[in-house]
């Protein structure tokens, strides 16, 4: 789009005075300018195609999480028969693997940050849960957006619900059907096989 189209409407009074005519067009230019951006924008923030700052703005305006917390063991140092313990070593050795001291009350787990597919699905799980009604069809429906599991789950009529994976998960799943899985207030989300406390 530029002036020339508007430069026409020009009046006969008007159209045959040069610096008027260079008036108009250094006026109108800007303006052009404003729309050409506005008519694009919204294709910038379309989610299929969105990527990188465009992402993060459109997860931002639905509150849907860009990393899975809890998700990551943390190395530390342990012994022998620990599940996910590294061994003491010499500091002269970078290429050994090292750990860090835990202290009280640390996490033994960090957030892993999500793939860019991942975070595009994480994202419409999140739309649908924004206006989910809590039942099991939206529950079906917005779990298998963000895991390619099969899995169950079972309303036990006592304010919990059990969540079974029909077949071996990896950590970050738990975590990530923990934050999605949508419950009405005051419900919670049990996972069969672990313990309750």
């Not at 108009?24 to 924008?41: R, T």
């Not at 917390?69 to 943390?74: G, I, L, T």
């Not at 079974?164 to 419900?187: A, D, H, I, N």
Request: with cysteine; glycine share 6%.
């Amino acid at each position: 789009m530029d002036a020339s189209k508007y430069v026409a409407l020009l009046t006969s009074q008007h159209r045959d005075k040069p610096k008027f005519r260079k008036t108009v067009e250094v006026l109108i230019n800007p303006l052009i300018d404003c729309l050409e951006f506005l008519n694009g924008l919204n294709d910038k923030f379309d989610l299929d195609t969105a990527t990188g700052d465009q992402l993060q703005i459109i997860a931002d305006w639905v509150g849907a999480p860009n990393s899975i917390p809890n998700a990551v063991p943390v190395p530390f140092f342990g012994f022998q028969g620990q599940p996910g313990s590294l061994t003491w070593h010499d500091t002269e050795y970078p290429n050994i693997k090292s750990g860090y001291w835990r202290e009280s009350g640390m996490s033994g787990y960090t957030a892993l940050a999500m793939s860019p597919q991942l975070f595009k699905k994480v994202i419409k799980a999140k739309i649908l849960l924004n206006k989910s009604d809590c039942s099991e069809q939206s529950a079906k429906e917005i779990i298998s957006l963000v895991i390619d599991k099969r899995f169950k789950f079972k309303d036990n009529l006592n304010m919990t619900i059990t969540f079974t994976f029909l077949e071996s998960y990896e950590v970050f799943e738990r975590e990530l059907v923990k934050l999605m899985f949508p419950v009405p207030s005051g419900v919670r989300l049990i996972f069969e096989g672990e313990d309750e406390y």
